[in-house]
């Protein structure tokens, strides 16, 4: 079901004018009510009248995490204190968080954009959704929230954790959606069947899973387990919080809501912009945002645009799902490594679970990559030979992937750490 057919099916010419209007106004917006981006605007040369369609965007200056981290907390606020009517933070991930400030059109906004991504799961007013992002500061609960509410299915705001009580939650009031991490589904796919729930009798039918990076294996681990669509859903809260975008039933990329948020991928190196299908760092622009609008902000989120049309009929630009962020890339010994595609590799295999964690040390000079991955309950009782020989194909399959030596280490169930929101893949001991 699509949302919002006329926004989501507009032709190009309609939607680049569309874009156009918007983003001259926007920085019109910006340049007389934040003096960073007056100053950035000035500096570059240009003027706010020099900008005359979407094309034109590729003369702005980027905006960085740190330019944001400069201006903590409210410096790239572009409205007066009355006309905020909710603050969120970014979950600092990777650092001190970020905030994002919301007028009452930014929430009207949000939700609408909320709505399209739930809608991509099906989501209707006979729907019950159990939201189990947290709620709070960080964008997933409220986000949600919001979008569903404009549906008007039935919110379940039961926030993140407390999995027995999710899983009760689930059976009694028959949740057909659910939205969390795809690791927190996968923990609660965990404990349900210890407590021999048989999640496909369940009315559960679809997820949108995002907030974390994610494999299309992991997702073939979920949707089994757990017996519904699991669809990815993206987002971040400097430029709304979840809504950014949301993949389709046709799982081939994120479709992101260009007529609010436009996308362009870069290399992080040079800035330069690449065209579509050529893998990058993803820059977006708020058209449409009040509070805390961004021109060309840096995500430091890796992934291409996916070029063509999609067959659900939105018009919409695609991107490959997050292989992860320019943080999280592991360099070892010259070649870049995300902990999603070992996470491919692993989900594969037979007789290990989907919980894993790499651990990055250095001695001497060379990196050395750990990969410790759950054994199976079944594989416990094994002798030490079997489970040698496991090691080492998973060994080699991971070294054929990457074309590096890594260690793997089998380690026994229940083990690594499991997490209600974010899961934290990398523990990186390398102090540099
Ligand atoms: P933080 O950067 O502190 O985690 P947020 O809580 O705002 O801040 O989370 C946004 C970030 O989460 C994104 O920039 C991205 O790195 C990650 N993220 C969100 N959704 C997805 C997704 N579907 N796939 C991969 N990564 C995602
Ligand atoms: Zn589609």
């Given at each position: ?14 939607k ?8 001259k106004n ?9 003096p960073?981006?007056?100053?950035k605007i ?13 094309f034109?965007?590729k ?6 995490k ?34 994002g ?21 099906g989501t ?23 979008g569903a509410?404009?549906i008007?299915a ?7 954790g407390?999995?027995?009580r ?9 949740s ?5 991490t ?26 949108n899973?995002g907030?974390?990076?994610w ?25 709304i ?9 046709y ?10 948020f ?17 893998v ?16 060309r902000?840096?995500?430091?989120d ?14 919409s630009?695609?991107i ?39 651990i ?7 990196d ?20 040698e ?8 399959e ?9 260690k793997v ?14 899961a ?7 102090n540099i």
């Amino acid at each position: 079901m699509i949302w919002n057919r006329e926004r989501e099916t507009l032709s190009d010419s309609k939607k680049e004018a569309i874009q156009g209007e918007l983003l001259k106004n926007q920085i019109k917006r910006v340049y007389g009510s934040i003096p960073f981006y007056k100053e950035k605007i000035d500096s570059s040369g240009l003027t706010p009248e020099m900008i005359m369609s979407i094309f034109d965007i590729k003369k702005l200056p980027f905006t960085t995490k740190d330019d944001l981290r400069d201006n903590y907390p409210f410096g790239m606020f572009a409205v007066s204190t009355d006309k905020i009517v909710e603050i969120h933070t970014s979950s600092g991930t990777t650092g001190k968080p970020v905030v994002g400030g919301y007028t009452k059109k930014d929430i009207e906004i949000w939700s609408e954009v909320m709505a399209r991504c739930l809608a991509f799961s099906g989501t209707t007013e006979n729907d019950v959704v159990q939201n189990a992002y947290g709620y709070g500061l960080f964008t997933g609960g409220l986000g949600v929230h919001y979008g569903a509410r404009r549906i008007g299915a039935n919110v379940i705001p039961i926030s993140g954790g407390n999995t027995k009580r999710q899983l009760m939650v689930m059976q009694d009031f028959k949740s057909t959606i659910i939205t969390c991490t795809p690791s927190y589904s996968l923990y609660l796919a965990e404990v349900g069947e210890e407590m021999g729930i048989d999640f496909k009798s369940l009315p559960l039918k679809a997820g949108n899973f995002g907030a974390e990076p994610w494999s299309n294996n992991i997702r073939k681990e979920i949707e089994n387990r757990l017996g519904l669509l699991a669809l990815d859903i993206y987002g971040l809260t400097e430029i709304i919080g979840p809504g950014v975008g949301n993949e389709c039933r046709y799982k081939c990329g994120v479709h992101i809501c260009d007529d609010h948020f436009y996308p362009e991928i870069i290399d992080p190196d040079t800035g330069e912009v690449l065209p579509p299908g050529e893998v990058g760092e993803l820059v977006i622009t708020t058209l449409t945002r009040e509070a805390t609008p961004l021109l060309r902000y840096r995500t430091r989120d890796i992934t291409k645009l996916i070029p063509g049309r999609c067959q659900c009929g939105r018009t919409s630009v695609r991107i490959e799902r997050i292989m992860g962020r320019t943080d999280d890339m592991l360099i070892i010994r010259g070649v870049n490594v995300f902990p999603t595609q070992i996470e491919e590799v692993l989900v594969n295999i037979k007789g290990i679970e989907p919980h894993y964690q790499i651990i990055v040390e250095r001695t001497g000079t060379l990196d050395q990559l750990e990969v410790q991955v759950e054994m199976n309950e079944n594989l416990i009782s094994d002798e030490i030979r079997r489970l040698e020989i496991l090691e080492s194909s998973i060994r080699s399959e991971i070294e054929s992937l990457l074309g590096i030596k890594v260690k793997v280490k089998l380690v026994e169930p229940k083990t690594i750490a499991r997490s209600e929101g974010k899961a934290k893949r990398v523990i990186d001991k390398r102090n540099i």
